[in-house]
């Protein structure tokens, strides 16, 4: 049975993170402006949080979802200022050769740790996995540590998974993609972040 618990988490991982939001945006507009690594870096900071959140869901935490339904408004605000703050960012960016940054290392951190707390301050996401969970049975399926434990690690595997395919498809056509229209695309993307933060805060 454990195969099946890994595989419908790796399925509710994947599906979490595909549907189009901020976080993909970002994601895109990255690995066409720095490539395949930059883009994978906001996505393993998405998976991670999924994996948090998922694991939360998997362990029928109660008292977690109490307290994100107590804080919602906290959450909503904190996650959709951060959200126009990247699209900002975003819609302002410039081209730049990242391979000459000395501070490669530490933007791609900083992006890392951005897109982690990003993700993690969207109340709709525990809400979502609980709702995903529930439909594929998840919750019977979760007896002690060890599926708990794997099933964290089959949201992770599915969340990664997604982000590795949006990646490579996006890597595909970036060779053919000028500078000028990566800039128009960063500004359109950040226009969308925006809207989308500004979406968030008001609960749409």
Known sequence: MNYILLIKCII????LAAPIGPVNLICIRYTL??????????????ALADALYGSAAAAGLSVLTAFIRHYNVAFRWGGGLFIIYLGFATFCATLQNTSDDKNTGRNLYNLFAGVFLLTLTN?????????????????????DLFTTVLATLGVFIGSALWWITLTSIVCLFRNRVTPRVIVR?????GII????????????
């Open 123 to 143: 109340p709709v996401t525990i809400f979502t996995f609980i709702a995903i969970f529930s439909s594929f049975g998840i919750a019977m399926l979760v007896t």
């Open 33 to 46: 402006s720095g490539g395949r690594v930059p883009g994978l870096i906001v996505g393993m900071g998405a």
């Open 12 to 15: 509710s991982g994947f599906l």
């Open 193 to 204: 972040i925006i809207l989308l933060g500004v979406a968030s805060i008001v609960g749409l």
């Open 185 to 189: 695309i960063n500004k359109i993307a």
